[in-house]
């Protein structure tokens, strides 16, 4: 599904990824992680097409997306939630779903119909399956952190994605608020046959969901393998997770 050649990028001198290669098989759910500084949002920004590498190719689904323009990115199939919440904070839970259904299908620039009519089915069958239809008329900015960050998965979902970029899906929510986040992301993996690529700083979840886990260290991969195999991994213990 993802195919991520040997990218590098630098800013000023700087050079915050260094050859990071990794790929992603379809309907796998794989982690990047690493220390804050380790090069994640600028290696996930470059698959996402907000920065361009300097050097190597990324591919999505044998189609060669390097350094083109994110709504692009996501016409072919990929969607992203961000760290902080990116949704529409004035309207309502169901018009934010709606929204972004009017503009992945082209209707956004639509003036002669009233938008109402549109993607209500579909609106409504997203919303019952992230858990959030019995909140349709709540306000997306006064909900609860975990509820928006759960209505900006029906955003991301709305552009119907192949492949799914998650950045710390869990921060900042509470402990039980996580593990409902891990159910749904599993359930929602499984039901649409996604696949999952997210960065997370909370080991419990990396470890509770990920089938391959890439690890960053001052830019440059240090480890890669399964989840008991980067556990295992004495640099990655001894930078990372600690000698115990």
């Given at each position: 599904?993802?195919?991520?050649d040997?990218?590098?990028?630098t800013?000023?001198?700087?050079?915050?990824?260094?050859g990071?290669?990794?790929?992603?098989?379809?309907?796998?759910?794989a982690?990047?992680i690493?220390p804050?500084?380790?090069?994640?949002s600028?290696?996930?920004?470059m698959i996402?097409?907000?920065?361009?590498?300097?050097s190597g190719?990324?591919?999505?689904?044998g189609?060669?997306?390097t350094?083109?323009?994110?709504?692009?990115?996501?016409?072919?199939g990929?969607g992203?939630?961000?760290?902080?919440?990116?949704?529409?904070?004035?309207?309502?839970?169901f018009?934010?779903v709606?929204a972004a259904?009017?503009?992945?299908?082209?209707?956004?620039?639509?003036?002669?119909?009233p938008?109402e009519?549109?993607?209500?089915?579909?609106?409504?069958?997203l919303?019952?399956s992230?858990?959030?239809?019995?909140q349709?008329?709540?306000?997306?900015?006064?909900m609860s952190?975990?509820a928006?960050k759960?209505?900006e998965?029906?955003?991301a979902l709305?552009s119907d994605?192949?492949?799914?970029?998650?950045?710390?899906?869990t921060?900042?929510?509470?402990?039980?608020?996580?593990h409902?986040?891990?159910?749904?992301?599993?359930?929602?993996?499984?039901?649409?046959e996604?696949?999952?690529?997210f960065?997370?700083?909370?080991m419990?979840?990396?470890?509770?969901?990920?089938?391959?886990?890439?690890?960053?260290?001052?830019?440059?991969?240090?480890?890669?393998?399964t989840?008991?195999?980067?556990?295992?991994d004495?640099?990655?213990?001894r930078?990372?997770?600690?000698?115990?």
């Open positions: 599904m993802l195919d991520i040997n990218v590098t990028k800013f000023s001198g700087f050079t915050a990824v260094s990071v290669s990794l790929t992603v098989e379809k309907q796998q759910i982690a990047v690493g804050n500084g380790a090069g994640k600028t290696f996930f920004n996402t097409g907000h920065l361009t590498p300097d190719a990324i591919r999505l689904n189609r060669d997306i350094g083109i323009a994110p709504h692009k990115i996501c016409g072919a990929m992203r939630s961000f760290q902080r919440t990116n949704i529409f904070p004035k309207l309502t839970v018009d934010n709606q259904y009017l503009a992945h299908r082209g209707k956004g620039g639509n003036f002669w119909s938008a009519r549109f993607y209500r089915d579909e609106t409504e069958a919303l019952r992230i858990g959030l239809w019995e349709r008329e709540s306000i997306g900015g006064v952190y975990g928006q759960q209505l998965l029906g955003l709305a994605p192949a492949l799914l970029l998650l950045d710390e899906p921060a900042g929510m509470s402990a039980t608020e996580t409902e986040a891990i159910r749904l992301l599993e359930r929602i993996a499984g039901e649409r996604l696949t999952l690529l960065t997370e700083h909370d419990e979840v990396v470890f509770s969901i990920a089938q391959k886990i890439a690890v960053l260290h001052q830019g440059r991969k240090i480890a890669e393998g989840p008991a195999e980067v556990r295992a004495p640099e990655v213990r930078i990372y997770l600690g000698h115990h």
